[in-house]
């Protein structure tokens, strides 16, 4: 096993890296009641104090620590991007494989809703979601959910494809396997490997997306610590106070970096057609 | 050939419908419309007036009528190429369209035009030294436009002038055919900031094409062949790597002919994305079909065209 | 009528003129450069209420009265050379100035003047300032001779004539109004003011150029005026700072932050603190529960610090607790020193915490749960915040709900809240009449926590009719008074708001208006070299 994990950092060195940024990630978000010296919402400390002993991130405009809140804001945007993405990528993938196995008309006409839903812009999309569900954490991974659940379903869609019609599953179909077996034994294992590099990159997706829907009024509530809304806030006064744009936006950058070096090292070492170069 | 165009151009009609019987219903299932919005947004008359003047104004725009009847008279102008006024502006769709798409066009070309020049030749290098430390700095470089939302990469660029040149990009828009020199003067700025962001997934595209390229056979025979032989078949190898790439590319495109909201508010370049924001924010349903749908159209137009370059290059594509 | 505020603005252009000395000659040329916060859409300044279409065609017309631009508290004629009362206060006559043109050529008479009011007072076309001001006041309009009108007024009112000042009571070409139906689009544009329309990019800029035969000689000092339409905070100020705008919008005003950063950047600015004559309210829904329970909004009431929303949310900038600003309306506000004896207003809170806290678990024992709506526009989020914290000191825990700009008046106006964390409101018409009719009677507009107050009613009502100036103003201390004293209002009003601005030395004789809609005009205003 730390063979395996040693092959791994050695192979791969960003995607340790990566994995590693993901990792103390987790870590903050888990115990983010324990390492946040405050409140995510609590004020009553003086406005735009720069960073200092007592405060190592420095305060917001409201009057709180930035710190606490960037904290806060790893099991926020974490649990944002991956509930969001789990369920979308998710759901779309199932989508993806049931109408790429069964054909026909259902799969036709499901095409055409995933088109028409991908047609659409994305942001617009998402803040007519939010303002019809209102503004709130749960509503942002459902408006989130809905903009990854079809390009899930398209790209899960063309792989399945791709294995249906490989033989064996021909095979087993012709030998009376139940198609629910079929799926469930060698189809959607085939697919893992996109589903879980479809995973990573999207959950960075989903955080940076939600930072942008809150620049434009529609993302989280203000007071939960998201650092897509810390951010918003920050670059109102980003002369005053620079710190509130550079830490959220280091976490966020940290964030999508590590997402994506490990993402990129599992479509590396998983998909076949990757490995290896010129020699 | 034909019969696979003719095919992909009929699935337009029931995207497109779907696609605008999405944002029919998304849009009413928003709170608040045209008339409300107007008559509430001042406070200054009794309630008693107020209720009068929605229903008066809804009557006006036809919002009293049922709903489904509302989409067909909207689909029967669409059809006939009317697309009705705007509620807000009181004057028709059809000009507010003409006006905003050729800024968000060129906008979208430009930064497609910066994105290729700076995100291929990365993915390219990417792809040839993979695992040397030159392929990691080649990644790092290309995530990091990823790595901030557009709003903050923007808002840095705008006030990094500021503070460092005491300059700032135009303000006000003039046509490139007008002004070329101002034009750009104004739009490189929004332009680089998205092709910076959007130039991540290419170069990630353009490194897995091209390492699976690289692999084949051929390849590795003509390394071994020499030189000369060498430099053809990589050129030939990269034409067939970047052929899904130019699909994801025309995908972005068409993504961005839509107009990227942030970078046109921060910029202030009054494109489609400004405008569409605008609309949806004033209930102006009108607009916000119309400009949906040019967006639908022109999505789906520039995958196919993409499509068929496709398969047009390679013959060995075949079409399910 | 208000010395106090006459006092204040002549000592703010007297700070504004000190680089230059007042013996300075206007020069003539020049292009003025400023922003709006957003795009007007529709140009038509009788049927439309947002600020920014009031920027972007103030230059361009005229009315029969408006504030000097001089003196921006005092009224005096504008098309209206001078005008009389009947002794009875019902019948004003104004009389015309003569060899007036519109932009266009055409001559200006008294059938435009008849025009405009026909249709802004008809009880089916939609004006929600002007009209809605007028429209109590005014019965008929006449044109007596091409140069002469009369106005025969539903009572004598005290507001009429500074209602009628207001530059949303601009007056249109009776041709253009009959050529074009409304006054939206920019061809429409049609003047007798100092500047004509003479671009629209909508979404870029707006621009005004000289009117070469205004009817004052010699004004405007102005070659143009330019808007750029720029949206959002870090935009404009980085417009600001680059020298790109030589003053700031009305609305929303800097903050106290952005003034410090335009500061640092640039040394050829004054930067200076104003009134904006607009008032901060948190509003309680008295039509359901809990806030149907007047010991409720009490305790609301009692719990808010305004002092600290005013010290922390305005940054300072503004004056808590009053129902009228002594700066703006002198005299008919009750006393500062009253003002801040008032319950809920008291320093420190000891006592009306504690009381708030006890009428909270009188009801609601082990806390009450709310959800406190807002809209997300400029720092509301950031005043949303403190007010949640406020009330959670006396059990109260609100989560806040935050709506879509135009989607949230909407809910406010339909009822659909049981608090609003802050709403702020401009007044349209300096006196003193306004916060009452708009806010606090039983069928004003604004009154979204539908709280019917039949003492109110009376008083405000009796106001509005009093011909007396001391009489009017014992009503409004009898109001101010009834509603701070009960403590149970449904719109709590937190403080006047009061902004930082800046002005680029270069420009001479630019005064704050006593509105924020009014004196954008820039008629006398001149650039220096």
């Given at each position: ?279 | ?161 500021v503070?460092?040149?005491r ?154 | ?17 000190t680089a ?220 600001a700072k680059a020298s790109?705008?030589m ?12 003034a410090d950063e335009l500061r640092r950047a640039r040394d050829d600015v004054e930067i ?230 800046f002005l680029d030395k270069r420009l ?22």
């Open positions: 096993m730390l063979a395996a994990l040693g092959r791994f950092v050695v192979r791969q060195p960003l995607g340790a890296a990566g994995a590693l940024v993901v990792l103390a990630l987790v870590a903050v978000a888990v115990l983010a009641p324990r390492l946040a010296p405050h409140g995510p919402k609590e004020t009553g400390f003086a406005p735009y104090v720069a960073p200092s002993a007592e405060f190592p991130m420095g305060t917001d405009q409201v009057g709180r620590d930035v710190l606490s809140r960037v904290i806060w804001g790893a099991r926020l945007s974490l649990y944002v991007g991956l509930a969001s993405v789990v369920l979308g990528i998710t759901l779309g993938s199932l989508w993806g494989v049931a109408t790429a196995y069964f054909g026909g008309a259902a799969d036709a006409g499901s095409q055409r809703v995933v088109d028409s839903l991908m047609a659409l812009p994305p942001i617009i999309l998402a803040l007519s979601l939010m303002a019809a569900l209102g503004q709130s954490v749960t509503n942002v991974i459902l408006a989130l959910t809905i903009l990854l659940t079809p390009t899930a379903a398209r790209t899960v869609r063309s792989v399945a494809l791709g294995v249906a019609a490989a033989p064996y599953v021909e095979a087993a179909r012709a030998t009376g396997g139940s198609n629910w077996r079929i799926i469930r034994r060698h189809v959607i294992p085939n697919c893992m490997a996109s589903y879980i590099v479809l995973m990573t990159t999207n959950v960075s997706y989903a955080i940076v997306v939600e930072a942008s829907l809150s620049f434009l009024g529609a993302g989280a509530p203000p007071d939960e610590p998201s650092w897509g809304g810390m951010l918003t806030a920050g670059v109102q006064a980003l002369e005053t106070a620079p710190w509130m744009v550079f830490f959220p936006g280091l976490a966020i950058s940290l964030a999508v970096f590590g997402l994506n070096l490990l993402g990129d090292s599992i479509r590396d070492l998983t998909d076949p057609r990757l490995r290896g170069g010129l020699g | 050939m034909r019969q696979y165009v003719a095919r992909r151009l009929a699935l337009f009609v029931p995207t497109l419908v779907g696609a605008s019987l999405l944002v029919f219903v998304l849009m009413r299932l928003v709170p608040g419309d045209i008339a409300e919005i107007l008559v509430y947004q001042t406070g200054s008359e009794s309630s008693v007036i107020q209720t009068k003047q929605i229903q008066q104004i809804r009557a006006e725009l036809g919002l009293d009528r049922p709903v489904a009847i509302q989409y067909l008279a909207w689909m029967g102008g669409a059809l006939r190429g009317d697309f009705g006024q705007s509620y807000t502006q009181r004057r028709p769709v059809w000009d507010i369209l003409a006006e905003r798409v050729p800024r968000s066009l060129e906008l979208a070309v430009l930064t497609l035009a910066i994105a290729v020049v700076w995100a291929i030749p990365l993915g390219v290098i990417s792809a040839v030294r993979q695992n040397s430390w030159l392929d990691y700095a080649a990644r790092v470089l290309s995530l990091s436009g990823l790595s901030l939302p557009l709003f903050v990469t923007g808002v840095l660029i705008l006030y990094g002038l503070r460092l040149f300059w700032i990009p135009p303000l006000e828009f003039v046509a490139f055919t007008e002004n070329p020199v101002e034009n750009l003067k104004q739009l490189i700025w929004p332009a680089l900031c998205q092709a910076y962001y959007i130039s991540a997934p290419i170069t990630r595209l353009t490194r897995s094409e091209m390492l699976e390229v690289i692999r084949h056979d051929y390849v590795r025979t003509a390394r071994a062949k020499g030189l000369a032989e060498r430099a053809v078949v990589y050129r030939h190898a990269l034409k067939n790597a970047l052929l899904p790439v130019v699909t994801f590319i025309g995908w972005w495109g068409g993504r961005l002919l839509g107009g990227v909201v942030i970078m046109e508010m921060i910029f202030v370049v009054p494109g489609m994305g400004t405008a569409l924001l605008h609309a949806v924010s004033q209930r102006d349903y009108p607009t916000v079909q119309a400009m949906i749908f040019v967006m639908a159209l022109v999505f789906l137009t520039v995958n196919l065209v993409v499509d068929l370059l496709y398969a047009w290059i390679d013959p060995r594509i075949r079409y399910a | 009528m208000t010395t106090s505020l006459i006092a204040r603005i002549l000592a703010v252009s007297l700070l504004l003129t230059a000395s007042a013996q300075e000659k206007p020069r003539q040329g020049g292009i003025l450069n400023w922003f709006d916060y957003g795009d007007p859409g529709r140009l038509d300044v009788h049927a439309e209420s947002p600020l920014v279409v009031q920027q972007a065609t103030a230059g361009v017309y005229s009315g029969l009265l408006h504030y000097d631009p001089e003196e921006p508290a005092k009224v005096i004629g504008d098309l209206a050379e001078r005008w009389t009362v009947s002794p009875d206060g019902k019948t004003y006559t104004f009389h015309l100035r003569k060899g007036v043109k519109w932009h266009d050529g055409q001559p200006f008479s008294s059938a435009d003047v008849k025009a405009t009011f026909d249709r802004i007072l008809n009880p089916d076309f939609k004006s929600p300032k002007c009209g809605a001001s007028l429209k109590p006041i005014v019965a008929s309009v006449e044109a007596v001779d091409p140069n002469t009108v009369t106005f025969q007024l539903k009572f004598p009112a005290a507001p009429f004539v500074p209602s009628l000042a207001s530059a949303w009571c601009r007056i249109a070409a009776k041709h253009v109004l009959a050529k074009y139906g409304d006054l939206n689009a920019p061809e429409a544009q049609i003047g007798t003011g100092p500047f004509k329309f003479k671009k629209y990019e909508r979404g870029s800029v707006i621009e005004w150029e000289r009117n070469p035969s205004y009817f004052i000689p010699g004004l405007p000092y102005l070659d143009g005026v330019k808007q750029f339409i720029l949206v959002g905070g870090p935009t404009q100020l980085a417009a790109k705008v003053l700031w919008d009305a609305w929303p005003p800097m903050r106290k932050t952005q200076y603190q104003a009134p904006i004559n607009t008032i901060f309210l948190i509003y309680l829904n008295a039509r359901k529960p809990p806030f149907n329970n007047p010991d409720l909004r009490r305790a609301v009431n009692l719990a808010i610090d305004r002092q600290e929303l005013v010290a922390k949310s305005l940054e300072g900038a503004g004056v808590p607790c009053a129902i009228l600003d002594p700066k703006l309306v002198g005299d008919f506000a009750l006393p500062l020193e009253e003002v801040a004896k008032t319950p809920g207003c008291r320093q420190p809170k000891d006592q009306d915490l504690a009381e708030a806290k006890r009428l909270v678990e009188k009801h609601h024992p082990g806390g009450l749960d709310i959800e406190v709506g807002l809209r997300s526009v400029g720092n509301y989020a950031d005043r949303a915040q403190l007010v949640v914290s406020q009330l959670r000191k006396v059990g109260i825990r609100g989560t806040l709900k935050t709506h879509e700009s135009a989607a949230g008046f909407a809910a406010w106006g339909k009822g659909d809240f049981t608090m609003i964390a802050t709403q702020d409101r401009s007044m349209d018409v300096n006196d003193p009449s306004g916060i009452f009719h708009i806010v606090y009677t039983t069928e004003a507009g604004s009154n979204y926590g539908r709280l019917s107050d039949a003492k109110v009613d009376e008083l405000a009502e009796r106001a509005l009719r009093e011909g007396n100036r001391d009489r009017r103003k014992q009503l409004y201390w009898e109001l101010q008074r009834h509603i701070l004293g009960r403590a149970d209002t449904a719109s709590i009003p937190v403080g006047w708001v009061e902004g930082w601005f001479r004789n630019y005064k704050h208006g006593v509105t924020t809609y009014d004196n954008n005009t820039f008629m006398k205003v001149w650039l220096a070299q």
